[in-house]
């Protein structure tokens, strides 16, 4: 089955900075990428997602590129703000359809500080 | 409109009693979904129900563990003979028709099992 490994597990950036995580699968099938954020003690929510047949995707401060060839995608975070603390999920749905189950990385623990 | 709800929000329950822990979809989404959160780990997929379809299990743990979903709407998780290792927080995401990748999360149901 699919299996996604997420880096780095903690991440420190000083306000204004940026974040980058990088998740990494293994299903060459898989063709859904999100990446939820989880605030403590509240449910994940979406930020932004990627498809297979595209290769960069941006809203605002978030970006998500996706490599297909190395099976690999990364969440960029520019200008980066206290809010922005939180734990961030990246997934990939395996199989061709849109109905598949998410894998999940093992989240990235972002502090942001002033 | 509401989102995704669930109940309880809180559980403590003692070893090997049953729990049933309950899903409220958003209204018309044909896909549900159930996800186990470990004290700071990712999103462990559970099983999913799509439409009229038989639910893809392939992630329960055991068979202590079961779904159902009457109606096409609300979904129980049934976990019986519960152990300390099934603490968790139980999320529960819905999803509408194909097309649509994104899966809306509930709140979660914290489970502790003393």
């Known amino acids: 089955g699919e299996n996604v490994e997420q880096h780095p597990s903690t991440l420190s950036v000083q306000e204004g900075d940026s974040a980058v995580i990088k998740c990494t699968y293994s299903?060459?099938?898989?063709?859904?990428f999100p990446w939820y954020k989880q605030e403590l003690g509240k449910r994940p929510q979406l930020i932004i997602d990627i498809r297979s047949n595209v290769g960069e995707k941006k809203d605002q401060r978030i970006a998500v590129t996706l490599n297909k060839t190395a099976k690999h995608f990364s969440l960029h975070i520019t200008e980066t703000q206290p809010e922005d603390s939180a734990v961030y999920f990246c997934?990939?749905?395996?199989?061709?359809?849109?109905?598949?189950?998410?894998?999940f990385g093992a989240g990235t623990q972002v502090v942001v500080t002033p | 409109g509401a989102g995704v709800s669930q109940s309880p929000s809180n559980k403590v329950t003692e070893k090997g009693k049953d729990v049933e822990l309950r899903c409220d979809p958003i209204s018309g989404h044909t896909a549900l979904y159930w996800y186990r959160q470990s004290l700071g780990q990712g999103l462990e997929f559970l099983i999913y129900?799509?439409?009229?379809?038989?639910?893809?299990k392939s992630g329960l743990p055991s068979d202590r563990f079961s779904a159902e979903r009457t109606g096409g709407s609300v979904s129980t998780l049934t976990i019986q003979r519960t152990q300390q290792e099934d603490s968790a927080v139980y999320l529960c995401?819905?999803?509408?028709?194909?097309?649509?990748?994104?899966?809306?999360f509930g709140p979660g149901t914290r489970l502790t099992v003393t």
């Open positions: 997934a990939a749905s395996p199989g061709r359809d849109s109905w598949g189950k998410l894998q």
């Open positions: 299903d060459s099938a898989s063709n859904y």
């Open positions: 995401a819905s999803k509408t028709a194909s097309g649509n990748y994104e899966q809306y």
């Open positions: 129900f799509q439409g009229n379809s038989a639910p893809d």
